[in-house]
């Protein structure tokens, strides 16, 4: 099956702009995850999605991040505007549910880098 | 505390040895501890899981065990290779239904040839 795809790979971006990530989950997963994952430290979610709902945000900085999952399938994180503490890679992964035979699958991120 | 303590934070260990990390988290609310593996520039994979209720459970080289009362498990490798060489995360599940990880800070593995 196909993995978690994630785009673009790579940005860069100057401080107060306004970026975009996308992600389209593995086909039939209804639960999509984002996380930040800085430098030296392990994943942290943002966001969790059930289907086209959100279950998660607690982590989420609301003022400056947003996130959507229109129709239940991909998923559109956005930072507006930026700080220099966003560098990270932002990771997304889905899941076919939440038992323990339903792990979470990772794409391979976009590492975001501010100047 | 929703919070997963990893150590060491950097380990070297030679070819056909053996690798442990460590982890240890206060909040009786988690239920699955799942370990992931993460090679540079590619997300995290799931490697091995253990429920609270086992004390160890192997599958080929990797071995987690799990010591419930002191809240504390850890991953072993044998015959580590150096194909091994990447960072490990633990993690810890809340219980609840929504299958959140908290991840611990992770693990920098290089099996030396």
């Known amino acids: 099956e196909a993995g978690v795809a994630q785009s673009p790979r790579y940005k860069i971006i100057e401080k107060r702009q306004s970026v975009a990530f996308w992600c389209n989950p593995i086909?039939?997963?209804?639960?999509l995850y984002w996380y930040q994952q800085i430098l030296g430290q392990g994943p942290k979610l943002l966001i969790q999605?059930?289907?086209?709902?959100?279950?998660?945000d607690s982590q989420l900085p609301k003022d400056r991040f947003s996130a959507e999952r229109l129709k239940g399938v991909d998923s559109t994180l956005k930072i507006q505007p930026a700080k220099l503490e966003d560098s990270a890679v932002y990771l997304c992964?889905?899941?076919?549910?939440?038992?323990?035979?339903?792990?979470?699958?990772f794409g391979d991120g976009t590492r975001l880098s501010i100047l | 505390q929703q919070q997963v303590k990893q150590s060491p934070q950097s380990l070297i260990v030679q070819k056909g040895g053996i690798s442990i990390i460590n982890c240890a988290y206060e909040?009786?609310?988690?239920?699955?501890f799942p370990w992931y593996q993460q090679f540079p520039g590619k997300g995290p994979a799931l490697l091995i899981a253990?429920?609270?209720?086992?004390s160890e459970k192997k599958e080929g080289r990797f071995t987690i065990s799990f010591n419930k009362s002191a809240k504390q498990f850890s991953l072993h490798i044998m015959d580590s290779q150096p194909g091994d060489s990447a960072t490990y995360f633990c993690?810890?599940?809340?219980?609840?239904?929504?299958?959140?990880?908290?991840f611990g800070a992770g693990t920098r593995l290089a099996v030396h040839p």
């Open positions: 253990i429920r609270p209720d086992v």
């Open positions: 993690a810890a599940r809340l219980s609840g239904g929504y299958n959140k990880l908290i």
């Open positions: 999605f059930q289907n086209n709902g959100v279950v998660d």
């Open positions: 909040n009786t609310a988690f239920d699955y």
């Open positions: 086909s039939g997963h209804a639960t």
């Open positions: 992964a889905s899941a076919g549910g939440t038992g323990d035979n339903q792990p979470q699958h």
